[in-house]
């Protein structure tokens, strides 16, 4: 693997071939992108992993990275550069960025010595754990927190922020003991075996602190043919339901949406009330119901 700078953003504003900036972002070390956000003042902010030491078993196996968050100013100047890690493999898979200009990074790391500040959850599970983390505008840290659980794998794979400075994740989590508040779906999940696994697709909002959830919850379905055939063994079929997206309106009502392995519940009059795949959910800013 070469060491060279690998990242291109580019911000185009299509006129006669032209665009506003073109810049390259990093190091020595390889940067691979994962979001992008904007605030109103037309800054950038990107984030995703740097490989730090690549994988030395083999082309498949996780490679040693770390999470790096970067600010570009309107003509593209760099503004900020962090990078977070422990001693695993650390990945940023979600940015938002609120009008106060505090940064969310959400994402997944194997690393027992993640950089932690006034955690919701200190302990992470023995592989994949999913983190938030909250900085303010000038990058010093404010919060973060593994989420998901501590008894199986997790990942946040998106995360979206209100005026108000709350943060809402949604993501993965096969840990039997993720977040759940009252009122909220608790689907039950397991961890991948020989036996199968169930995934539920995890979403919950933190206050603008991060030492407050007030909502969490995990969406799941049965193991297909389970309902069909009382008494069969299923165990063996894994279910995956995961959330892929988040997005908050201005009264704070949140929409989660992701894949499915099919028999999630749904509400009455919706379009489509049993299916496979792609779903959607909202959840109220009360976090009473969705």
Do not use: W
Not at 36 to 42: F, L, S
Not at 231 to 238: A, E, I, N, Y
Not at 263 to 287: C, D, E, M, Y
């Amino acid at each position: 693997m070469r060491n060279s700078v690998v990242i291109a953003l580019l911000a185009c504003a299509v006129a006669a071939h032209a665009a506003s900036y073109t810049a390259y972002i990093g190091d020595a070390n390889q940067y691979q992108v994962s979001a992008i956000a904007t605030d109103a003042n037309g800054n950038t902010y990107i984030t995703g992993s740097r490989i730090i030491e690549p994988s030395s078993v083999s082309p498949y196996s996780p490679a040693l990275t770390d999470v790096f968050v970067s600010k570009l100013d309107p003509s593209g100047n760099l503004t900020l550069i962090g990078t977070f890690s422990g001693k695993g493999t650390d990945q940023a898979n979600g940015i938002a960025v609120d009008p106060s200009g505090n940064i969310y990074i959400a994402g997944n790391t194997t690393s027992p010595d993640f950089p932690l500040h006034n955690p919701l959850q200190r302990v992470g599970s023995a592989g994949d754990t999913g983190f938030l983390m909250k900085l303010a505008p000038d990058g010093s840290l404010i919060y973060s927190t593994y989420l998901g659980g501590a008894l199986g794998p997790s990942s946040m794979n998106s995360v979206a922020a209100d005026a108000k400075g709350n943060a809402y994740v949604t993501g993965s989590t096969q840990a039997p003991d993720y977040p759940h508040t009252p009122g909220m779906p608790d689907g039950q999940v397991s961890p991948s075996n020989a036996l199968g696994g169930i995934s539920g697709a995890f979403f919950a909002k933190i206050d603008p602190a991060g030492d407050k959830m007030p909502y969490a919850g995990a969406l799941t379905g049965p193991v297909p043919g389970c309902d069909d055939e009382p008494g069969s063994d299923c165990s063996f079929q894994p279910v995956y339901t995961v959330g892929t997206a988040v997005a908050v309106d201005p009264q704070g009502n949140a929409y989660i949406a992701g894949s499915a392995g099919g028999g999630l519940p749904t509400t009455s009059g919706v379009v489509l009330a049993a299916g496979i795949g792609a779903f959607v959910a909202k959840v109220n800013s009360a976090g009473t119901g969705n």
